[in-house]
């Protein structure tokens, strides 16, 4: 169920209702009647597929202020308005709309959108502190341009951001089981490819696209995690979510060592380069008249995710790793992360082969968590295969049981 609130927002919700019902979901849309000043019954209808509802007195039959609520798999709000997140935080009816999130038994998530002044406002931080109390997944809005001149926090998150929302509480997730499981925890995420400059042109790269990083703060945040992004992608940034954006290992390791000592769980999913340039050239470097080519020399980078887990300052962390492994004549790709586990020091290791055609830039991903609570021999958790959202929810899911084993 979309409910859709009465805010000049409420156009962009038209395409988050596009996504949710290509994606196979039936929606049922019920505007408030201000938001029918700003987007009229007929689009809700038209690209729904679906009858409107909008008032308790329509359908009265079918007791629509129970049923819709009842019947909902997922109650999305959006934009949900600074009146809308008063009149849910204190359990009034007065129209469908709170109705049905009165008497929904399913997750809810709500997507506020407002002028800054009124999404920093007192009032407004203690309503949205009640529902999250609840249950209720409140995202953060995105931070922009608002309605006229103004710029601020209280832009409502794009609709692919909701949408991604969306998908990690639907039934399919393992999310759904404990949206709320994070809440409280402070996490650290690290995503993208690092890129090392070799010239003003040119640098040495990877294929990393950031996407599983990007899914594992996503997911992070709607299961009540106050969470930090320290990318190099150009993804847009996730709802919710504090972004550090960098380029380099050096600019990446500086980032990360600040914000982990205030962080409960701090997870390295970026690709970070193992080697860069012994020396940048500030000029681009031209082709020889000889022909020759040039010899670029290279140095290590520092192993970040090593020093993060011998150099621990928050008790009872838990620090996961990523390894992008293939499988060569000295052992398979498990063989090598096991090792890595190992020489690493981190608690957790998130294993997947990749290659041509494989994990990167794709939007599914298939891996195995290595606990390193096994010893010699590590525990293996195998998830199963699924969109990067899907095996974020399977990482946190063991990355919970690991921070309830130490809470115990």
């Known amino acids: ?16 209702l596009r996504l949710l019902t290509e994606s196979g979901h039936d929606v049922r849309v019920v505007p ?29 039959h079918e007791v629509p202020h129970v049923r819709l609520g009842r019947d909902a798999d997922l109650v999305v709000v959006a934009p949900a308005t600074a009146d809308l997140l008063a009149r849910a935080a204190h ?58 001149a103004d710029t601020g926090p209280g832009r409502l998150p794009e609709p692919e951001q909701i949408f991604a929302a969306c998908r990690a509480l639907l039934g399919s997730s393992p999310a759904v089981a404990t949206p709320q499981d994070l809440a409280g925890r402070t996490v650290l995420v690290s995503a993208g490819g690092t890129r090392e400059p070799l010239d003003p042109v040119r640098f040495l790269g990877n294929r990393s696209s950031g996407k599983q990083g990007y899914a594992l703060a996503a997911v992070a945040a709607s299961r009540g995690a106050d969470v930090v992004l320290v990318s190099s992608s150009s993804l847009p940034d996730p ?17 990360v060592l600040a914000e982990a000592p205030s962080a409960d769980v701090v997870v390295m999913a970026a690709a970070v380069a193992d080697f860069r340039p012994a020396r940048f050239t500030d000029h ?6 000889d022909g020759g080519s040039p010899v670029i020399e290279l140095v290590r980078n520092p192993d970040i995710l090593a020093e993060l887990a011998a150099h621990r300052t928050r008790p009872g962390q838990v620090v996961v790793g990523f390894a992008a492994e293939t499988g060569d004549a000295q052992g398979s790709v498990l063989d090598h992360a096991r090792a890595k586990l190992a020489r690493k020091g981190c608690d957790l ?60």
């Not at 169920?1 to 988050?16: Q, T």
């Not at 009647?33 to 009858?51: H, K, M």
């Not at 009640?130 to 931070?143: E, W």
């Not at 096994?374 to 525990?379: A, H, I, T």
């Open 1 to 16: 169920m979309l409910g859709v609130g009465g805010g000049i927002a409420a156009y962009k919700v038209a395409h988050l």
């Open 32 to 60: 408030t009647r201000a938001a029918l000043e700003f987007v009229g019954e007929p689009t809700w209808a038209a690209l729904s597929g679906q009858p409107v509802h909008t008032d308790v007195w329509q359908d009265v």
């Open 91 to 148: 359990g009034l009816a007065d129209d469908l709309l709170t109705n049905t999130l009165l008497t929904a038994r399913c997750p809810v998530l709500m997507a506020p959108a407002m002028h800054t002044e009124m999404w920093e406002h007192p009032a407004t931080q203690a309503n949205v502190l009640t529902l999250r109390d609840r249950g209720v997944v409140v995202l953060d809005p995105a931070s922009g341009r608002l309605t006229g």
């Open 239 to 255: 709802a919710g979510v504090r972004v550090v954006r960098v380029e380099t290992a050096e600019q990446l390791r500086t980032a």
């Open 284 to 289: 681009k470097i031209k082709k020889s008249d």
């Open 349 to 408: 290791l998130v294993v997947n082969e990749v290659g041509v055609d494989k994990t990167f830039g794709s939007d599914d991903n298939t891996v195995v968590v290595l606990d390193a609570a096994g010893g010699e021999r590590p525990v293996e958790h195998a998830l199963d295969p699924g969109t990067k959202t899907e095996v974020a929810a399977g990482v946190w899911n063991v990355v919970t049981r690991r921070l309830a084993a130490r809470a115990g």
